[in-house]
């Protein structure tokens, strides 16, 4: 935390809930639904493994939570929320009458009263809850910060009930993306973004109020490394879209690519210079190719399509 510090960097840890947790199922199967022993997950995707409903399963996370604020001064603590499966908790007789104990009607609402028993518990120890834009999905307390990933809706819907935002879409910051339409990008997922796609990012939607705009904090760019076999394919990866990033995020909504390409031609010197192994402009070198390999590509319209769906009950609300 002292070297963070000292350069003026907050770092915000997460405890993932109630998905994404199969390493903490491993180690503790009684948090789990079906209570029955697992592996920690050995692949990247969505497990359809989740936390159960009973109070000693939020005691376990609160305590953990509480672990987490002795290490970490950070103001925000994030909880996760992303890519929460809801079959188990369809299947599960004992969820089910958790459900009927609790009021709640739906499979949707366990996840918001799962989320809103941490936030409860951070509001009181004065932090506040940093969680992917699902847990727009349900109620939260005033002071809940959302990350916008699914796209800018999240981002939208956020600020415009109240709550602060740090608009991070995958549709224009995931580093982790393809960064063309080449077969010899290294292992491609999703959408292709360029450099000159990621510099065109805004993080203040135009569809905000100047008012409602005062919530977003800013942007973040993610780049998820979990298809990245060495620090060197990260570096290809993240530079230098992650300079486009920079400076969009710190200079004025006013932007010239042109006039920022011609600046970051210089830059690349010093990016060599300190042995940052970046993507070339004309394409992946010998090294970076993984020609072969499916991953996961996809178009903007099968993006949008899917997003579009996922969101749906973010633009309800």
């Given at each position: 935390?002292?070297?963070?510090?000292?350069?003026?960097?907050?770092?915000v840890?997460?405890?993932?809930?109630?998905?994404?947790?199969?390493?903490?199922?491993?180690a503790?199967?009684?948090?789990?639904?079906?209570?029955?022993?697992?592996?920690?997950?050995?692949?990247?995707?969505?497990?359809?493994?989740?936390?159960?409903?009973?109070?000693?399963?939020?005691?376990?996370?609160t305590?953990?939570?509480d672990?987490?604020?002795?290490?970490?001064?950070?103001?925000?603590?994030?909880?996760?929320?992303?890519?929460c499966?809801?079959?188990?908790?369809?299947a599960?007789?004992?969820?089910?009458?958790?459900?009927?104990?609790?009021?709640?009607?739906?499979?949707?609402?366990?996840?918001t009263?799962?989320?809103?028993?941490?936030?409860?518990?951070?509001?009181?120890?004065?932090?506040?809850?940093?969680?992917?834009?699902?847990?727009?999905?349900?109620d939260?307390?005033?002071g809940?910060?959302?990350?916008?990933?699914?796209?800018?809706?999240?981002?939208?819907?956020?600020?415009?009930?109240g709550h602060?935002?740090?608009a991070c879409?995958?549709?224009?910051?995931?580093?982790?993306?393809?960064?063309?339409?080449?077969?010899?990008?290294?292992?491609?997922?999703?959408?292709p973004?360029?450099?000159?796609?990621?510099?065109?990012?805004?993080?203040?939607?135009?569809?905000?109020?100047?008012?409602?705009?005062?919530?977003?904090l800013?942007?973040?760019?993610?780049?998820?490394?979990e298809?990245?076999?060495?620090?060197?394919?990260?570096?290809?990866?993240?530079?230098?879209?992650?300079c486009?990033?920079?400076?969009?995020?710190w200079g004025?909504?006013?932007?010239?690519?042109?006039?920022?390409?011609?600046?970051l031609?210089?830059?690349?010197?010093?990016?060599?210079?300190?042995?940052?192994?970046?993507r070339?402009?004309?394409?992946?070198?010998?090294?970076?190719?993984?020609?072969?390999?499916?991953?996961?590509?996809a178009?903007?319209?099968?993006?949008?399509?899917?997003i579009?769906?996922?969101?749906?009950?973010?633009?309800?609300?």
């Amino acid at each position: 935390m002292a070297y963070a510090a000292e350069r003026f960097i907050t770092v915000v840890p997460e405890i993932e809930t109630p998905g994404h947790v199969q390493a903490a199922l491993a180690a503790y199967p009684e948090l789990g639904v079906t209570g029955e022993q697992v592996q920690v997950w050995p692949r990247w995707g969505i497990n359809k493994n989740v936390l159960n409903t009973e109070e000693s399963t939020v005691t376990f996370f609160t305590n953990v939570l509480d672990e987490v604020l002795d290490l970490f001064p950070s103001t925000f603590i994030g909880v996760g929320g992303d890519e929460c499966p809801r079959d188990q908790w369809v299947a599960d007789p004992r969820t089910q009458e958790r459900m009927e104990e609790l009021d709640i009607a739906h499979e949707a609402d366990v996840q918001t009263w799962f989320t809103r028993r941490l936030d409860d518990h951070l509001t009181k120890a004065g932090r506040r809850l940093f969680g992917w834009d699902e847990i727009l999905e349900g109620d939260l307390a005033p002071g809940a910060t959302v990350a916008s990933w699914r796209g800018m809706a999240g981002a939208v819907a956020a600020a415009k009930r109240g709550h602060d935002v740090v608009a991070c879409p995958d549709d224009r910051v995931y580093l982790d993306y393809r960064q063309s339409e080449s077969l010899e990008e290294p292992i491609p997922v999703s959408i292709p973004l360029t450099v000159e796609d990621v510099y065109a990012f805004e993080p203040v939607p135009s569809e905000l109020s100047p008012e409602e705009a005062k919530h977003i904090l800013g942007g973040q760019a993610n780049i998820w490394t979990e298809h990245m076999d060495s620090p060197r394919t990260v570096d290809y990866l993240a530079f230098p879209r992650l300079c486009a990033v920079a400076e969009a995020l710190w200079g004025p909504a006013e932007r010239d690519f042109a006039e920022f390409s011609a600046r970051l031609d210089q830059h690349l010197s010093r990016l060599d210079a300190v042995g940052v192994e970046y993507r070339h402009a004309d394409g992946p070198k010998p090294w970076q190719k993984r020609p072969g390999i499916p991953g996961r590509p996809a178009s903007r319209e099968e993006r949008a399509a899917h997003i579009a769906e996922l969101v749906e009950n973010i633009t309800a609300s």
